[in-house]
């Protein structure tokens, strides 16, 4: 088991039982200093700073009475980000949101399309986006959809 793997399972039910639904673990070495990087997600909620910190004061203890970690590193609790992947089993979620998917079949030619994500039920998925001044929406095969995360919109 990897050490990655090891500390996943000794956070993650008390991470869970604060409401997150999705945790990970990275250990890198970035420009010389050890990261243990725990993120944390909850279904379609922004996560804010006092929640990020209810979450390294249950995670720093667990650590330190482990010892697992026998080399000088920075916990660092973090989301997944503003554009976090999303599965494509978990779509329906996250109705009404700015997304980017990537086809495995292109739509019209394009292999990726950025928009609103309109509406998603078992074979189809729709939605909207901008090409110049026009609003397109369009209605994309579920299972020809790759890859998916949530996007910016600029």
Request: net charge negative.
């Amino acid at each position: 088991m990897t050490l990655e793997s090891t500390v996943k399972n000794l956070i993650e039910k008390p991470i869970k039982a604060l409401g997150y639904s999705e945790v990970d673990v990275k250990f890198v070495n970035e420009f010389g200093t050890n990261y243990l990087r725990v993120m944390v997600d909850k279904d379609d909620e922004v996560i804010d700073l006092d929640q990020i910190m209810k979450v390294n004061d249950v995670v720093s203890p667990l650590l330190d009475e482990a010892d697992l970690i026998k080399t000088n590193y920075v916990l660092d609790v973090t989301t997944f980000g503003a554009e976090k992947k999303i599965k494509v089993e978990a779509l329906e979620k996250y109705v009404g949101r700015y997304v980017n998917i990537h086809l495995t079949n292109p739509y019209k030619g394009l292999n990726i399309i950025e928009g609103t994500l309109e509406s998603v039920d078992n074979d189809k998925v729709v939605i909207s986006y901008k090409d110049k001044t026009r609003t397109i929406k369009c209605d994309v095969v579920r299972s020809t959809i790759d890859k998916a995360r949530l996007a910016i919109k600029f």
